[in-house]
């Protein structure tokens, strides 16, 4: 038994399912991020760990005790909405403290934990300040810091940067990485930004349609996708139809030219969906790996990246070039082949 297994819960509303025999084990100290497009079920399914919903079927148990029907206040858990939610009457320090004075703890040993909690998240002399004196990021953090106060057996984030920019974003998502290292505190963080889910987690649950579609280590989500449907939502993908030139060799042809895979083509069928990865693509020929040619269509300079767009007969490839300051950079309507290795195409589905 892990320390909190979800077990094939199912939640229904008005009779369409929100969610579906979602079947999970967290291990302690472990942090597991949802992540799908919205509407998938994956906050519905927090919102049973956390007590705001019951499951219509199934059990949720925490460290050996059943919790499925326990009240929020009950279950021993600390959560972060994507609104912030402080009380706006209330200074950080009270903010901070505020479970601990529901739950009358004594005045000393609040004071202590708030000055603890204030230092874990690098605000140690901003707790007399009100809601309203602080950034989004810095809102964000306090609110954190409030869930963790009552030291909680499981921290739930529901999509808790969504609201900020883009750079505090990013640092903000460091840093609950590192205060969640460093307290080894259980941890289920929702989001429908991939970057966010493999950056933070231990394990990554795709889900879709209130069901899971794949559960592994962030590695294995981006490179070895169980469904179509993981392959295409997590990171860019090209998605080629293909003919079947020989299957038992995994000869394949693409606008004519003829490439191998690796990967197994186990279809009777004439055309196969081959997918490819931009990053797995390179400018030139390379011994050892499968070559093309086409028409460049567009290059984007995306900064660390150069994205180019490549028609291969009736496909468009892309390819993703690692920006270097002395890179030729191909010019529109020009013919450029590129070139990649047979294990970085995979077949998943017949067109």
Known sequence: MAFLDI?????????????RDFDLHVEKGELVSFLG???????????MVAGFEVPNEGTIVLDGHDITNKAPSQRDVGMVFQAYALFPNMTVGDNVGFGLKIAKKPKEQIAARVKEMLGLIRM???GDRYPYQL???????????????????VLLLDEPLSALDAKIRVELRYEIRRIQRQLKITTIYVTHDQEEALTLSDRVVVMSAGE???IGSPFEIYNYPATAFVASFVGTLNQLRCRVVDAASGKLALGGQQFTTTALVKTAAAEVLVMLRPEELHMGVRAGDNSLTGKVESVAFLGSVVRVHLKLGESVVTLDALNERKLVLPKVGEDLTVSFPPHGCWVLAGA
Request: proline fraction near 8%; aromatic fraction near 2%.
């Open 7 to 19: 077990n094939h819960a199912s939640k229904t509303f008005a009779g369409t399912p929100a969610v």
């Open 124 to 126: 140690p002399d901003l």
């Open 135 to 153: 950034s989004g990021g810095q809102q964000q953090r306090v609110a954190l810091a409030r869930a963790l106060a009552i030291a909680p057996q």
């Open 37 to 47: 497009p919205s509407g998938c079920g994956k906050t519905t399914t927090l919102r």
């Open 212 to 214: 899971i579609e794949q």
